[in-house]
């Protein structure tokens, strides 16, 4: 595909995923449109103009609000491509779901509204892994599978919802607006600045020793410079319009993560767990210690995550987890998100 002479747009520029798109692209010699909540707020937004040499020169930065239709008519105005990832997460489980899932549908759709009367040619929306795999009973999960809304935590809905909101656009609206879906797993890998972020929130508390032992859980990996590339790679190729697209790497156990920063960071001095413990262990443990209520709906659950389409249509060849979580704990560590011994002689 030709290049575009016009920007394209990625909502939510302030995000660890929207900040490693638009590395991406910048690579890849586009120019882009960011939206921020507010310019006024530059600490939030000003990483973005060190991605690159030419950053400054090829990066606009505008203000959206996913409440606010018509910013969004301003923000897609002279661009071909839009790239949305702008979405609530919240810091807490909210006291009313609709706090989280009436944001992420009408944003989306407010967003959508906004590219075909701007006529955009094409959408590529980051929705989850959340919307393909909770509450599915099959062993095998594709592109063909989609969650439970009724077994979804708020932030799970609603990124389900926000999805199955942008197909039945793309239905009603075929021939007028293409659209390409990003379904990533959770996200690893290094990060580009301090704002704050939940993809690394477990490897945190690993990494700070408050995590007292290992739960039986998996998560499904990606990392986010693959993310990043996937949704690239659906601007450029024509044949990924109307498809939908899971980026995993695969499902990698705490177990594993616990052994992979043991061996990176141990020498240092940091302290890992070592014990484990299985459902019924962690109810027990939760009354005592909160931090186990995030993971017992999850423990001794499997994942069995067909990644297949992604590396035959996306061309990805995927970074493994060991290396995304050992290079997100670095860039943690040079951002001073944690406490950086790595000054200390390794015990060898």
């Not at 262990?281 to 931090?291: E, T, V």
């Not at 290396?323 to 950086?340: I, Q």
């Given at each position: 595909?030709?290049?575009?002479?016009?920007?394209?747009?990625?909502?939510?520029?302030?995000?660890?995923?929207?900040?490693?798109?638009?590395?991406?692209?910048?690579?890849?010699?586009?120019?882009?449109?960011t939206t921020v909540r507010s310019v006024k707020d530059e600490k939030?937004?000003?990483?973005?103009?060190?991605?690159?040499?030419?950053?400054?020169?090829?990066?606009?930065?505008?203000?959206?609000d996913l409440h606010n239709k018509n910013s969004w008519l301003a923000?897609?105005?002279?661009?071909?491509?839009?790239?949305?990832?702008?979405?609530?997460?919240?810091?807490?489980?909210?006291?009313?779901?609709?706090?989280?899932?009436?944001?992420?549908?009408?944003?989306?759709?407010?967003?959508?509204?906004?590219?075909?009367?701007?006529?955009?040619?094409?959408?590529?929306?980051?929705?989850?892994?959340?919307?393909?795999?909770?509450?599915?009973?099959?062993?095998?999960?594709?592109?063909?599978?989609?969650?439970?809304?009724?077994?979804?935590?708020?932030?799970?809905?609603?990124?389900?919802?926000?999805?199955?909101?942008?197909?039945?656009?793309?239905?009603?609206?075929?021939?007028?607006?293409?659209?390409?879906?990003?379904?990533?797993?959770?996200?690893?890998?290094?990060?580009?600045?301090?704002?704050?972020?939940?993809?690394?929130?477990?490897?945190?508390?690993?990494?700070?020793?408050?995590?007292?032992?290992?739960?039986?859980?998996?998560?499904?990996?990606?990392?986010?410079?693959?993310?990043?590339?996937?949704?690239?790679?659906?601007?450029?190729?024509?044949?990924?319009?109307?498809?939908?697209?899971?980026?995993?790497?695969?499902?990698?156990?705490?177990?594993?993560?616990v052994s992979a920063l043991r061996r990176e960071f141990a020498k240092?001095?940091?302290?890992?767990?070592?014990?484990?413990?299985?459902?019924?262990?962690?109810?027990?443990?939760?009354?005592?210690?909160?931090?186990?209520?995030?993971?017992?709906?999850?423990?001794?659950?499997?994942?069995?995550?067909?990644?297949?389409?992604?590396?035959?249509?996306?061309?990805?060849?995927?970074?493994?987890?060991?290396?995304?979580?050992?290079?997100?704990?670095?860039?943690?560590?040079?951002?001073?998100?944690?406490?950086?011994?790595?000054?200390?002689?390794?015990?060898?």
């Amino acid at each position: 595909m030709e290049k575009p002479s016009r920007p394209i747009l990625v909502t939510g520029g302030t995000g660890y995923v929207a900040s490693h798109i638009i590395l991406a692209l910048l690579k890849e010699g586009y120019r882009v449109r960011t939206t921020v909540r507010s310019v006024k707020d530059e600490k939030k937004y000003s990483h973005l103009f060190s991605l690159t040499p030419n950053a400054k020169e090829c990066i606009e930065i505008v203000e959206a609000d996913l409440h606010n239709k018509n910013s969004w008519l301003a923000a897609t105005k002279g661009c071909d491509f839009v790239i949305h990832t702008a979405s609530p997460f919240p810091p807490t489980l909210p006291k009313d779901e609709n706090e989280v899932i009436k944001p992420a549908v009408d944003g989306t759709l407010n967003v959508l509204n906004a590219c075909l009367a701007n006529n955009v040619r094409k959408v590529v929306l980051t929705s989850s892994i959340a919307a393909v795999i909770i509450g599915n009973e099959n062993t095998y999960c594709t592109e063909d599978d989609w969650s439970i809304a009724k077994v979804c935590a708020p932030y799970e809905k609603s990124k389900l919802l926000a999805e199955q909101a942008a197909w039945e656009f793309y239905k009603t609206n075929k021939g007028k607006i293409e659209l390409t879906v990003i379904c990533p797993g959770l996200l690893w890998g290094p990060i580009l600045h301090k704002n704050n972020f939940t993809s690394g929130d477990i490897v945190q508390l690993i990494m700070k020793g408050q995590l007292p032992a290992i739960p039986n859980i998996s998560f499904p990996i990606a990392d986010v410079r693959d993310a990043a590339l996937a949704h690239v790679r659906a601007i450029q190729r024509p044949e990924t319009n109307g498809r939908r697209y899971i980026i995993v790497s695969e499902c990698f156990s705490a177990a594993s993560t616990v052994s992979a920063l043991r061996r990176e960071f141990a020498k240092y001095g940091y302290r890992f767990p070592r014990f484990r413990v299985g459902k019924f262990l962690a109810s027990m443990a939760a009354i005592y210690n909160p931090m186990f209520k995030l993971f017992i709906a999850s423990i001794d659950q499997s994942y069995d995550i067909s990644n297949k389409r992604s590396k035959d249509e996306l061309g990805l060849n995927y970074i493994l987890p060991e290396k995304s979580v050992v290079e997100m704990v670095h860039s943690m560590l040079d951002f001073k998100l944690l406490p950086d011994k790595r000054t200390i002689s390794p015990k060898l």
